[in-house]
Structures are given as structure tokens and as C-alpha cells.
């Protein structure tokens, strides 16, 4: 599939490596915040699965845009929106932050970056963030500046990812921990590099500003991968799910709260004020009426999981629904996240899953991320 099967526009954006993709074999596309994502490449899910695992693979997902929060209110505009305390975050540090309304609703789970002391960018899944972002800041008058940077992240991903940054970047790439940042030299101009990714794998992101030499990062990163057995690939639903990493919009939405996100434990310190505080804390007291969970469920590797599946008790009571779902080659087994209802959710239960073409399969509640 080419881009140019879509209909282009400022509304639906093509990014800075989208000819690369096409390039190296791209077969579908998605599209979140208005911008493209290569969704497949001509090997099966599985393959690029087994890949992955064991090679790297270099994935644009320029769809990761940033908000970005500038000026002498930025830290405190971020803090407002999310229950995690932000108060100890040093430059060069990423959390993972809920963003949340009123109602404790999950607005985006997106990733935070402290870039300087007054400078934040906060790299989200497919919501209207910005949009928020804006008007809380003019609710509270707050002195700030927010825009979409020219930021374009471009992810290495696999095993052999750090062997193939150092190869580029240096030995300065060893020393970045999970979920921060450095900054590194290409084509004389600095980007943020972090070791991070959408992907149970070791891997890094690069924040990459400079849209007219995407395709010289990309080509130097092809380059050097070529004895790393490098692949074009993209974010593989196998891997997310074993990973128990969410897609927002698909496993849970503005309905639903942390709680139920089973981010918990990034709400331990919340005596700061935020947005949908009451809620939250009332929601904690009396209301944790379900949580997202694993599934593992028999028989042949079921279909798309284009709509949720209902899943139900032994004794036909609907206590929930799989939002995301695909075989797994490695549990041998069909695999799935799933929102279920609080007295069936703990690991063990037994239960029963219906798919598209009318069957019933058994199932089982397990631990997320899936055991290895």
C-alpha cells in the first residue's frame, strides 16, 4: 500500500520517513494524530514478531507528537493535568503520566519529557491533548507558550538496538538508562535520544527536529544496522500485548480511569492539586469496579479483534470484553487484554471468550505483562 492511496492533506499528514517505509516495503497504514503510521510490511505479523525478538528494527512513528509547554508556568500547567507528582522530575528524565479529566476520565497516557527547567514536552497517544493543554492553561491565565514542535520520533527497537546506536552515536549511548534522555550530535544539530519504545524489546526513540533531513537519519541508521540484520518494521501487536502495553482508543478511553488502567502505582503521591482530584480519590474509596487484565484463550489464532469480544463467566454472566487480541507463537496460545469485572478479575479465573465467527472459547486470567 503507498501513501498515495490515501487522501493527503494538512489533515492527514505524511511524516518526514514516510518514502523510506515505502521504500522498504510498507503494506498498510493507520493514521493517529492526523499523521501516518506504517502499520505493516509485507512479512507476516509473526515473522516481524520473531524478528524483533531478536535482531532491531528501526519504526517511524512520527505520529508520537509533542505538546510542547514552554515558560515560567510550564511546570506548574503539566502538574495540573496529571495525578503523578512531577515535583523531583530532573531534565533529562521521561514519565509515564496519566492525563486525566474532571471525572478521573483518561484524557491520554502519554509520555513526559523534561527537556530544560521550563520546557516540557509531552509525547502523546491519539487524543486531542493540545487542544486541552491550551484551554487549561487559559482557564488558569498561566504564563506559557504551547505548540507542536517540528518533532518527529523515530524508534530503534530489538536486542541489538544499543550495538547499533553506539555505532552512530557512541559510547555515550550505553550510559542513557530506561526512561531518560540524552542529547547527541547529527548533522551538527542536537536531538534527544531516549531509551524508550512501544515494545517489551530494548530500544530507543529519537526525538528527531528537522523534518528536511529524515531521510539522511534513516539512511544512516539502515546503514549501520545492515550487519545487525536491520528490518523496517513497526509497533507489533504480538509483542504489545505479551508486553501488556495499552493502545488508547482501543484498550480503554475517556470512560474509563487510572484505576482501571491498573495505573495505580503512579498515584501514590497526590497531595498536590490537580484536575479531577475529587473524583479520582472517590473512584479509590468505592468505585474500582474493573481492571484491565491478560487473557489467554484456546483454540486456532482468532480473527481481528476490529471490535471488542464479550467475555463471559462459566455461569454465562458478561463480566467483560477483550479489547486487543492476537495469537501468540511463543505462548502457543491465543492472548488478549481485557476489561473485566472485579469479582472474576484475579489470575486464575476461568472464563469464557466469544469471537466474531460465533465461538466460544475457554480462557484463563493471567498476569500482565504476560509470563515469560
Request: with cysteine; glycine share 6%; charged share 25%.
Amino acid at each position: 500500500m503507498s501513501s498515495h492511496d490515501l487522501s493527503l492533506s494538512r489533515r492527514i499528514r505524511q511524516t518526514p520517513f514516510t518514502n523510506k517505509a515505502e521504500e522498504h516495503g510498507v503494506s498498510g497504514f493507520t493514521v493517529v494524530n492526523r499523521m501516518l503510521l506504517p502499520k505493516a510490511f509485507k512479512k507476516s505479523i509473526e515473522e516481524d514478531y520473531w524478528h524483533l525478538n531478536s535482531n532491531v528494527q528501526i519504526w517511524d512513528v512520527s505520529c508520537q507528537r509533542q505538546v510542547q509547554i514552554t515558560g515560567p508556568d510550564a511546570e506548574k500547567l503539566v502538574q495540573l493535568m496529571t495525578p503523578r507528582s512531577i515535583k523531583n522530575m530532573k531534565v533529562g528524565k521521561c514519565l509515564y503520566v496519566p492525563l486525566i479529566d474532571e471525572n478521573a476520565g483518561m484524557i491520554n497516557d502519554p509520555v513526559l519529557l523534561k527537556i530544560e527547567n521550563n520546557k516540557f514536552w509531552i509525547s502523546i497517544a491519539d487524543s486531542d491533548v493540545l487542544l486541552w493543554t491550551k484551554g487549561v492553561a487559559i482557564s488558569y491565565n498561566f504564563k506559557v507558550n504551547i505548540i507542536e514542535p517540528e518533532v518527529y520520533p523515530l524508534a530503534v527497537q530489538g536486542p541489538k538496538s544499543e550495538e547499533l546506536m553506539v555505532s552512530i552515536f557512541g559510547e555515550k549511548i550505553r550510559s542513557i538508562k530506561f526512561f531518560n534522555f540524552g542529547l547527541f550530535n547529527f548533522l551538527e544539530k542536537k536531538q534527544v535520544i531516549a531509551r524508550s519504545g512501544y515494545s517489551k524489546q530494548d530500544g530507543f526513540e529519537i526525538y528527531f527536529e528537522g523534518y528536511e533531513a529524515g531521510e539522511k537519519l534513516w539512511d544512516t541508521i539502515w546503514k549501520a544496522g545492515k550487519k545487525f540484520n536491520i528490518s523496517a518494521g513497526c509497533p507489533n501487536l504480538i509483542d504489545r500485548i505479551e508486553a501488556g502495553l495499552m493502545s488508547y482508543g482501543n484498550d480503554f478511553t475517556i470512560e474509563n480511569n487510572p484505576y482501571e488502567c491498573n495505573l495505580g502505582k503512579y498515584l501514590n503521591e497526590t497531595s498536590h492539586n490537580f484536575i479531577g482530584k475529587s473524583a479520582l480519590e472517590k473512584i479509590k474509596i468505592d468505585n474500582i469496579n474493573k481492571q484491565m487484565r491478560g487473557i489467554i484463550f484456546d483454540e486456532n489464532p482468532c480473527p481481528t479483534c476490529s471490535h471488542p469480544f464479550p467475555v463471559y463467566s462459566e455461569n454465562n454472566e458478561k463480566i467483560g470484553q477483550v479489547t486487543s487480541a492476537i495469537y501468540s507463537p511463543r505462548i502457543k496460545k491465543n492472548i488478549g487484554l481485557s476489561m473485566i469485572s472485579k469479582k472474576y478479575w484475579n489470575k486464575g479465573n476461568k472464563l469464557i471468550i466469544e469471537t466474531p465467527e460465533g465461538k466460544r472459547r475457554n480462557g484463563v486470567i493471567t498476569s500482565l505483562p504476560f509470563p515469560e
